[in-house]
């Protein structure tokens, strides 16, 4: 007599501790970096009104922000800089006395051991909010490429000597991580490594992060630079050429749409593989969880799971605070 079922995979599901002991993936506080958006200006706490529970902070209240997130055991952020001044060229982007080197200096004088990486770009601080240098053609409006990596080594190598633990270039110019390298190796910062946004789309996932950061472009979108959603063979050029090029690790952005690319890079290349968990994926959860819809905990938690088992190292989340915390409560 046939006698089945002849495998029993629940056999190892029987109890938390089966459970457990086969368990392939699991987070820890160490894997999140927390992302933090800095102003101008003093007393700023100022809550971002499409990310509830993410705040723009003055420098005299970072500290506040600061010892939560060691508390809640991060021991990295990403810093994002909202200048007050805003012109063609992004000079606040690359001033040495700029909000986001302020910040930079401060928070690694509050907390020497935090890593501080520095977003490196230039739409928060250009006043046509492209992450380039742009030139008006017969065509229209053009991002000059070559034009562009000159100032984005300039802020590189500014952040650096501001303290910046990892510089984390967002601008997707080709050859921004070569441009960078050089310019931080010239300047005598050959230590500090290159985040590089390898893979990064051109994503309506950025929507709420613009609003925070003051830096959609004025005309126009980023489809000559960022990524087509459509694309993973081009998301491996991407990756080949951040290689070859010196970057330290590789990230793909954003990442719940795209679990499937940070598999791709996992798979084909060895340097660490980073998630950046964006603003609307962030928001979506908050708005649902404000909604009473979902379990937000459990949510996060299953997500930024699936984030490390499809292959990430590391994951930027403005979930990075709690999710910490949660998994010390268990
Ligand atoms: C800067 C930058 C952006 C984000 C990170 N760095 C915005 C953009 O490219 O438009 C988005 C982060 C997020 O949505 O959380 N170029």
Redesign the pocket.
Known sequence: MAHYPTVRNRRLRNSPGLRSLVRETSLEANDFMM?IFVTEGEGVQEEISSMPGVFHWSLDRVEKELADIANAGVRSVMV?GVPDHKDALGTSAYDEDGITQRAIRKMKSLYPELIVAA?T?L??YTDHGH?GVVHTTECGAQIDNDESLRLLARTAVSQARAGADIIAP??MMDGFVSAIRQALDEAGYENVPIMS?SV?YSSA??G???EA?H?SPQFGD?KTY?MDPANSREALREAQSDVEEGADFLMV??ALAYLDIIRLLRDRFSLPIVA?N???E?SMVKAAAQQGWIDEKAIVLETLTGMKRAGADLIIT?HAKDAARWLREG
């Open positions: 992302p994002f977003d770009c739409c928060q992450c967002s601008n946004y990064k996932f950025y709420p992060f613009r950061a830096s980023r960022q952005k954003p950046y964006v603003s609307a962030y403005y």
